[in-house]
């Protein structure tokens, strides 16, 4: 079994399409069929239904995507770590990062690192945390930056930065902007516009009222901060987010509250796999988070 069998695999899987993943790949799509035969033939097994439009992973074929992914991910760790002997940062490092996580910026750190470390190919990916945590255990990123309630799943490993409290956002002539401190149960009846389930600001106030058996109505689902905060504006409900939103520009004129509960605390964290981080993501995160933690 080659790696270049196992990639030409994996962008089949993710492309659902050969000529797409062979342009993906830059090779032909005959030569990249022909590995994929290649493949199938060395484990005895399809892993692929095509058809016209487009091609579906068999049974046999999603197993192999996890551990391909790992295995892909294990052979560029090797390659980095004998780089770095040499002195050397190359290759590729995947970043996933929750948006407007308030902890860490990570633009400049970035730019900063590239500079430093122009053999270093960088991907940066937002998603919500629950997806990015998702994509370390199965080795498709290197490093994510979280706000994840709970445990990690098995394979990934967190290491806390911060705390913020959960804050309530409410139009200035809501009934609740009197408050300085609310709790579950005055809140319960409201209307509220948040994130989408995957997002780790979500989570919390799912577990919080989860907690307290109390059920809430969510008007308004959306997949970024500025829009939920253009909805507070129009008073089409309040939101409970974590306090570095209520310190956003967008969010001026809106009245923000303490949420009075032990189970709404909105943890920022580094997810990262459980095996050791390559020298890139070390290098990173000593950037990112200078002196903060052991790796």
């Known amino acids: 079994m080659e790696l270049r069998h196992l990639e030409y695999f994996v962008a089949v899987a993710e492309e659902r399409h050969f000529t797409r993943a062979a342009e ?26 095509r058809n016209t439009r487009r091609v579906e992973l068999t049974d046999a074929g999603r197993a192999l995507l996890t551990e391909a992914h790992r295995t892909l991910a294990s052979a560029s760790a090797a390659r980095d770590a004998v780089a770095a002997v040499r002195g050397l940062l190359r290759g590729s490092l995947t970043v996933g990062s929750e948006h407007c996580l308030g902890v860490i910026d990570l633009p400049p750190v970035l730019a900063s690192f590239r500079r430093a470390h122009p053999g270093v190919e960088i991907r940066l990916r937002y998603a919500g945390s629950g997806q ?14 979280v706000a994840l309630p709970g445990p990690p799943p098995d394979g990934v490993r967190v290491m806390p930065l911060a705390t913020e409290d959960m804050m309530l956002l409410t139009h200035p002539g809501h009934p609740l902007a009197d408050l300085d401190v609310v709790d579950v149960d005055e809140i319960k009846d409201e209307d509220f516009v948040d994130f989408s389930a995957d997002w780790g600001a979500r ?33 089409l409900g309040v939101a409970l987010v974590p306090a570095p939103v209520t310190r956003k520009p967008q969010a001026k004129g809106l009245h923000a509250a303490t949420l009075k509960t032990q189970e709404a605390s909105w943890q ?28």
């Open 24 to 49: 993906r790949m830059r090779v032909a799509q005959s030569g990249l069929s022909a590995s994929i035969r290649a493949l199938e033939k060395d484990l005895d097994a399809e892993l692929f239904v």
């Open 132 to 145: 990015i945590v998702e994509q370390i255990r199965l080795g498709r990123l290197n490093v994510g930056f």
């Open 203 to 235: 989570r919390v106030n799912d577990l919080a009222f989860a907690r307290a058996d109390a059920e809430r109505r969510i008007s308004v689902e959306v997949n970024d901060v500025h829009t939920l905060l253009d909805f507070v504006q129009q008073g």
């Open 268 to 295: 920022v964290s580094v997810a990262l796999p459980a095996t050791p981080p390559g020298p890139a993501t070390t290098e990173l995160l000593r950037r990112a988070i200078p002196g903060k933690m052991t790796l």
